[in-house]
């Protein structure tokens, strides 16, 4: 069935409808109020008393867009991020000042001031396609029903609902003509609601949502302290392993050289010179030691891996040599970028390689990285079964928070059955 003639059965249609009936007396309220707040604040500023009508209505205002984003979200799918949190100067004056600054604020109060037009139009349009037409369609029965009479000019009586100039709708007919003309309407109503709709869409996200600044200032607090977090979760895992790997180690070889120098003590002459027991205990010292050697140096490796020192084009190289799925590394790289970039973008190929390896079920992989225009790009491609997703709960949700510390972003594209790609941008400083 084409999309047109399936449009007034969708739910989209439905949740439209609904939003123009609903939006309508919210519309209504919010710019009765904001009338009355800002007239009588305006009125009364020359006494004082007006300032803090005027800060009731920027708060207020600021508020009751919420409302609205609430609705938009839940009934058109709109997503707007929330406002940043009200910052308040200390003081009943700071207080005045930072409601009547806030730029958030008086944005929501065009709005509510835009939306009662806006409201009005929506509901009209969805008032005289959906009304008209459910009320042509069944027109047939509503004359049956109530049988109006219509009298002429020359006193003729029609039994007719509708009339244009000299033509009355009172025959079976025409007035099955009229019901025709009422499907009509009710199937183009859906795109002629969702066009008007379209406004309050693009309305809505410009007015009510965060500022770009602001938007900036949210997104560097939360990567600030998602690199906090990082940073002292890295910290307690380096506590962690030297702690339960190479300390132990580094203890069980001093113990073991003390005994084995027990042992080998010539001055002890209670006690017989044990050769064979002071080998034992030196071969197992030897192996604490070589055990210790090789867990610092992994760990030093998860801090900063030292192939990075030749550069990401050889440290992808390494990890490909050392997966379990085969690899290929296609590297565009011109201009060396900072090693936190290349330290980040090496990470992530690692545990993408992890994943692929582990969770993928794929028998070849492609990482493919490129530098230009300000950009690092890298991409690791698969075909494995896919399904792959970067929500909450995901493996790739640290890789998420990894590459916005440094206003990066991580892409997925895995749709069921493969191939999956994952993209990280990571933007490279000029």
Not at 243 to 252: E, F, N, P, S, T
Not at 349 to 366: C, P, R, Y
Request: aromatic content about 6%.
């Amino acid at each position: 069935m084409p999309t047109f003639l399936k449009a007034p059965f969708t739910r989209r249609t439905w949740a439209e409808f609904g939003y123009a009936i609903l939006t309508f007396p919210l519309a209504v309220f919010g710019f009765g109020v904001a009338f009355m707040l800002a007239a009588f604040g305006i009125v009364l500023t020359i006494t004082l008393v007006g300032l803090p009508l005027l800060a009731l209505l920027v708060m207020g205002a600021r508020a009751w867009g919420g409302v609205h984003r609430g609705l938009a979200r839940a009934m058109l799918g709109v997503q707007v991020p929330p406002l940043s949190r009200f910052r308040r100067r200390p003081g009943p004056l700071g207080l005045l000042g930072s409601a009547l600054g806030n730029a958030e604020g008086w944005r929501a109060v065009a709005y509510t001031v835009l939306k009662l037009p806006l409201g009005v139009l929506i509901v009209m349009v969805a008032g005289m396609f959906w009304g008209n037409g459910l009320a042509m369609l069944v027109y047939p029965l509503l004359m049956a029903a109530f049988d109006p009479h219509v009298t002429d000019s020359d006193g003729v009586v029609h039994h007719s609902g509708i009339q244009i100039n000299d033509l009355y709708f009172d025959t079976l007919p025409l007035q099955l003509v009229v019901s025709v003309v009422g499907v009509l309407f009710l199937l183009i109503a859906p795109w002629a609601v969702r066009g008007v709709v379209l406004l309050d869409r693009l309305l809505i996200p410009a007015l009510l949502g965060p500022s770009k600044a602001a938007q900036r200032m949210a997104d560097l607090e939360e990567t600030r302290a998602i690199a906090v977090d990082d940073s002292a979760a890295t910290l307690r895992r380096i506590e962690r392993d030297l702690h339960d790997g190479a300390q132990a180690r580094l203890v069980a070889l001093a113990m073991n050289l003390s005994l084995a120098k027990e042992k080998l003590d010539a001055e002890d002459t209670e006690r017989p010179m044990d050769v064979d027991r002071a080998r034992t205990l030196v071969d197992s010292a030897l192996g604490n030691a070589r055990e210790a050697i090789v867990e610092l140096r992994d760990l030093a490796r998860g801090i900063h891996p030292p192939v990075l020192d030749q550069g990401l084009d050889a440290a992808l190289a390494t990890l490909a040599a050392c997966s379990a799925v085969p690899v290929e590394v296609r590297t565009d790289i011109a201009v060396r970028p900072p090693a936190t970039i290349e330290t980040i973008a090496y990470f992530c190929a690692a545990e993408l390689l992890t994943n692929v390896a582990h969770h993928s079920g794929a028998s070849a992989a492609v990482v493919d990285v490129s530098v230009r225009d300000g950009l690092l790009r890298l991409s690791v491609t698969d075909n494995g079964r896919g399904g792959a997703h970067a929500g909450k709960g995901s493996g790739l949700t640290g890789l998420v928070e990894r590459a916005r510390t440094v206003d990066g972003v991580l892409r997925v594209d895995s749709p069921i059955g493969g191939p999956t790609q994952v993209t990280v941008d990571l933007p490279v400083p000029g």
